[in-house]
């Protein structure tokens, strides 16, 4: 029986131009956008950076209401209404999926623009959890002309579908500089 190893996904800075991006896939090199800040050593909430470093792939999520499901060998989810991410750093629930409630100020995840229809979240300030040390850092749809994210890593629809299809339970996205 033959073994497919996972290859980790890297991501480097475009010469020049620090909130852009290159990803390099088994198919080729796809442009992304990096957070306003671009690629950070020390990460910090709301500091608008990408984290450097080598994260695992944790959860798919998706917007069932929009796309189909993805087919994928990571644990897959739709996205609810009630859905949001908490970038609260004083919140128990800092850095986790979480149900909205009335007054939260968590993220919610179910956009009207089309960026979180297709989400990986990455394992990045998860084991261990440090508060204030940064928060929703996922892979989603870039926005119009690659503008920068807040720190999350954003591709074309066509290069998130390809980038889904290589990913395997112990792929990796590696940020470097």
């Not at 989810?77 to 919140?91: F, V």
Request: hydrophobic content about 40%.
């Amino acid at each position: 029986m033959r073994v497919t190893r996972s290859l980790p996904i890297v991501i480097r800075p475009a010469p020049g131009r620090p909130s852009q991006g290159l990803m390099v896939l088994a198919h080729g090199v796809k442009r992304v956008a990096l957070g306003r800040s671009g690629i950070v050593a020390l990460k910090r909430e709301g500091d608008g950076g990408t984290p450097l470093g080598r994260f695992p792939i944790r959860l798919v999520l998706y917007r069932a209401d929009r796309i189909l499901r993805p087919r994928s060998l990571l644990p897959t989810r739709a996205i609810s209404g009630r859905d949001g991410w908490c970038e609260d750093s004083a919140d128990r629930n800092y850095n986790r999926l979480v149900k909205l409630t009335p007054g939260s100020n968590a993220d919610r995840l179910q956009r009207i623009d089309h960026l979180y229809d297709l989400v990986l979240v990455l394992g990045y300030n998860d084991r261990p959890l440090v508060k204030g040390k940064g928060s929703a850092i996922f892979v989603h749809l870039a926005r119009p002309g690659y503008r920068p994210t807040a720190g999350c890593i954003g591709l074309a629809n066509r290069d998130l579908q390809a980038l889904l299809a290589q990913i395997r339970s112990a792929s990796s996205i590696v940020v470097t500089r």
